[in-house]
C-alpha cells in the first residue's frame, strides 16, 4: 500500500522527522509491524538486527613478558531493545560495517589488558576464563553503543620465535608419546601375543589333524595288510595243519614200523639167543653126564641119568622161552607148536648124548635091561623114544 512500509524480521525500521521516539531520539523505532510512513514528510532508515561477526588477531605481552600473538572471533549483534536500537542507530546507521570494526577494537583492548595480567601458563590452560574476563570487561562498554556480544572465541595463541610454549609442552608431549608409545608397545605386544596365539592354535589344529589324519591312515593300512594277509594266513594255517597231520601221521607210522621191527627182527633175535642158551646149557648138561658116564663106564646108568635129565633140560629150555617176549600169531596152534618144539629140542639133546656115547638110538621094544641088576633085585626097564 503507497506510504506502508514493513522491516525485515532482522531489521529496525527508523523513521525520522515528525514525531520524535523514546527518549528524544531523533527517530521512531519500528520492528515486528509495519507503519505508514508520509512521503516526502518521513523518511526511513532500515538498522539490521541481524549476527555480526568480528575478527581480532593482536600481539599482546603476558605478566612474564613473553609475547603472543591472539587470535579471537566475537560474535555480535544490535540489542533488540529500543534503547539498544537507538544507540546503535546513532553510530551505525549511516555506515553499519563500522560495526564491527569497532567491535573488534574494544576486543583487542580488553584482550591485552586481560593478557597482561596473566601468565602464559594460565592464558594457554585457561582460555575460557580469558574468553570470560573480556567479555565482562567488554559488556558495560559495548551495552553502551548498542551491542550486545554472544560470544567470543580464542582461536589460537603463537609465541613466534620464542618457543616458550612449546617449551612447556614439552614435557606433557614427552609424557604423551611416552604413554603413547607405551599404549602403542602394548598394542603392538597384545597384537604379537594373538598372533603367536592363533599361530598356535592353526598349529595345534594342524598336529590334531596329521594325528587324527595319522591314526585314520594307520588304521586303514592295518585293514589293508589284514585284508592282504587273510589269504596268506589262512594258507598258511592250512598248511601247518596238514604238516601237522602228515607229522603225526609220520610218528605214527615210525611206531608202527618200530612195532614190526621189534616184532620181525628183535624178538625173533631174542628167541634165537635164548635157544641158543638153552642149547649151550644142554650141551653143558650132556658134557657133565658124559664125563660122569666115562667115569663110571655104567651105561645103563647114564641112560637112566639122560632119561632123568631130559625133563630138567625141558624145562630149563621152557623156561628160558618163558623169559623171552615172543609174539605169539596164531593163537592156540602156535602154542602148541613152541610146545613141540620144546620136546623136539629135548629128543634131538637126548639122541646128540647117546650118539656121542656110542649107543643105539633105538631099541627094540620090550627089551629087557638086566645089566647091573643082582640076585632079588627087580628088573630095570628103560623104554627107548619110538619114532
Not at 90 to 98: A, C, E, V
Not at 206 to 224: G, L, S
Not at 285 to 293: N, V
Request: charged share 20%; with cysteine.
Amino acid at each position: 500500500m503507497f506510504g506502508y512500509r514493513v522491516p525485515a524480521p532482522d531489521q529496525a525500521m527508523l523513521i525520522s522527522g515528525g514525531r520524535r521516539g523514546m527518549g528524544n531520539a531523533p527517530f521512531r523505532v519500528v520492528t515486528g509491524h509495519g507503519a505508514f510512513v508520509l512521503p516526502v514528510l518521513r523518511k526511513t532508515r532500515f538498522l539490521t538486527l541481524a549476527m555480526c561477526e568480528a575478527e581480532v588477531d593482536e600481539n599482546c605481552v603476558t605478566h612474564q613478558g613473553i609475547a603472543l600473538t591472539v587470535r579471537a572471533v566475537i560474535a555480535f549483534k544490535v540489542g533488540n531493545d529500543t534503547e539498544s536500537i537507538i544507540n546503535a542507530g546513532q553510530r551505525f546507521l549511516s555506515d553499519q560495517d563500522q560495526m564491527s570494526v569497532l567491535t573488534g577494537r574494544i576486543f583487542a583492548g580488553h584482550l591485552r589488558s586481560i593478557i597482561g595480567s596473566m601468565t602464559v601458563e594460565e592464558i594457554v590452560t585457561e582460555r575460557q576464563k580469558l574468553a570470560s574476563e573480556v567479555l565482562d570487561t567488554s559488556k558495560a562498554e559495548m551495552g553502551r553503543i548498542g551491542l550486545i556480544v554472544d560470544s567470543l572465541q580464542i582461536q589460537s595463541i603463537d609465541d613466534g620465535q620464542t618457543g616458550y610454549i612449546a617449551a612447556m609442552a614439552a614435557p606433557h608431549q614427552a609424557a604423551i608419546q611416552r604413554q603413547a608409545k607405551i599404549a602403542q608397545a602394548a598394542a603392538t605386544q597384545a597384537s604379537a601375543e594373538a598372533e603367536q596365539a592363533a599361530a598356535r592354535n592353526q598349529a595345534e589344529y594342524a598336529r590334531q589333524t596329521a594325528v587324527v589324519k595319522a591314526q585314520y591312515n594307520a588304521e586303514v593300512d592295518r585293514a589293508q595288510a589284514a585284508a592282504a594277509q587273510a589269504g596268506p594266513l589262512a594258507a598258511a594255517h592250512a598248511q601247518q595243519e596238514v604238516l601237522t597231520a602228515q607229522t603225526e601221521l609220520a610218528q605214527r607210522a615210525a611206531e608202527l614200523r618200530q612195532q614190526q621191527l621189534v616184532a620181525e627182527v628183535v624178538r625173533p633175535a631174542e628167541a634165537e639167543a635164548e635157544r641158543i642158551r638153552v642149547l649151550a646149557l644142554a650141551d653143558a648138561a650132556r658134557m657133565k653126564i658124559q664125563a660122569e658116564a666115562a667115569a663110571s663106564h655104567d651105561r645103563v646108568a647114564l641112560d637112566r641119568l639122560l632119561i632123568d635129565q631130559l625133563p630138567l633140560i625141558v624145562k630149563e629150555a621152557a623156561g628160558g622161552l618163558a623169559g623171552a617176549n615172543v609174539n605169539v600169531l596164531n593163537g592156540a596152534d602156535g602154542l602148541g607148536q613152541i610146545a613141540a618144539g620144546l620136546v623136539g629140542q629135548g629128543l634131538t639133546i637126548l639122541d646128540s648124548v647117546r650118539q656121542n656115547l656110542g649107543t643105539p638110538r633105538n631099541r627094540p621094544a620090550g627089551e629087557d635091561t638086566d645089566k647091573g641088576a643082582g640076585p632079588g633085585e627087580p628088573r630095570k626097564r628103560i623104554l627107548g623114544p619110538v619114532d
